[in-house]
């Protein structure tokens, strides 16, 4: 879904052609470290369930001391010795947790990759929305239709189970400890299922980022100022988590430091934007704004870290050759 914009009063200038020059150098940027953390996760799965892989071959060696547990002898040809190769089950028991918490710290891990991968893949959705281009709209799409965090989660949870299950093969039934393998397990599962669907993005100044652009212009020229809604996106027909401005609702207020020239930027219509779409207005919407610093008060958030210089309005072209030759 592309964004809605407003139309751009005549040709792509200079300036334009800068800020996009930024804007594509950023875009980069930000594909560069989703491919980064991509890399990083293959490396973790691959070394991580190598190491759990030998953890459990080394717990399976277990298993033909369950019948001669530390507290029972066994009997040799000259009578009853006591079995010093058995095992105690507590220490089973602190083998198999420590194998199912190196589960849980790998989810851990992986999870604090995706996160930064979503930080990056929201800003690369922000710049396309200036760019007119939808690579990472459309990848985001097929990974939540193929349900890919649901599967990961699932594959995580049944290595918790299979340890489990290999607990209650090398525990005694009579040490009383049966129960502690399920509820290690059962605490396993619920921290892997939260950290998938309940770790997430803290929005400060809520689920919508707002940019401008470009920063520095001549005075017949515009600034670009565009929302997106960063909310996740809904069925069809669904409204929760839109942005909504109503007819005649201010947008976004725009001051010069210092004082003297200030405007409002007003809704022209009833807008909701769904979650992960954008609209544009442009400013100065008529007039020419004098020349100085200003700064953009979106109306549903904190005043913009960035300022926008206005330059004096630039000479004709034939002026500015005439200039060159004398």
């Known amino acids: 879904m592309t964004g809605t914009h407003e139309p751009k009063a005549g040709g792509e200038d200079d300036s334009d052609k800068t800020w996009n020059d930024i804007l594509e150098k950023e875009w980069e940027k930000a594909r560069e470290v989703l491919d ?29 001391t369950l019948v001669t547990p530390a507290n029972i002898s066994v009997t040799s040809g000259s009578g009853l010795v006591p079995n010093s190769k058995a095992i105690s089950p507590n220490v089973r ?3 198999l947790s420590a194998t199912i918490l190196l589960l ?16 990056a893949s929201e800003r690369a959705l922000v710049i396309e929305r200036h760019l007119d281009i939808e690579l990472t709209e459309v990848i985001s799409d097929k990974y939540k239709r193929g349900h890919i965090l649901g599967l990961v989660t699932a594959a995580y949870s049944f290595f918790v189970v299979s340890v489990a299950g290999l607990g209650l093969a090398i525990i005694p039934p ?19 299922v939260g950290i998938s669907f309940r770790l997430g993005l803290r929005y400060p100044h809520g689920s919508n980022d707002w940019t401008i652009g470009p920063l520095a212009i001549r005075q017949e020229e515009k ?28 947008v976004c207020h725009i001051e010069m430091e210092g004082g003297g020239h200030t405007s409002t930027i007003w809704a022209k ?24 610093i200003y700064r953009f008060t979106p109306a ?15 000479e004709k072209p034939e002026a500015e050759a005439a200039s060159r030759t004398q």
Request: hydrophobic share 45%.
């Open 104 to 119: 849980v710290t790998m989810r851990i891990v992986e999870k604090s990759y995706e996160l930064f991968q979503r930080a």
């Open 300 to 314: 549903n958030r904190a005043m913009l870290r960035r300022k926008v210089i206005v330059k004096e309005r630039s």
């Open 269 to 292: 219509t009833d807008i909701s934007i769904p979650g992960q779409d954008s609209r544009t207005w442009l400013w100065p919407e008529e007039g020419k704004p004098a020349p100085g």
């Open 223 to 250: 600034v670009q100022i565009t929302v997106t809604n960063l909310a996740p996106a809904r069925k069809h027909g669904s409204e929760k988590g839109n942005l909504k401005f109503g007819i005649n609702d201010p």
């Open 36 to 64: 980064k953390f991509d890399d990083r996760i293959k490396d973790l799965r691959q070394w991580g369930f190598t190491a759990f892989t030998v953890l459990i071959g080394a717990e399976a060696l277990l298993l033909p």
């Open 174 to 192: 009579d040490s009383g400890l049966t129960l502690w393998v399920w509820i290690v397990a059962g605490l396993a599962i619920a921290s892997i």
């Open 93 to 95: 028991l602190a083998v």
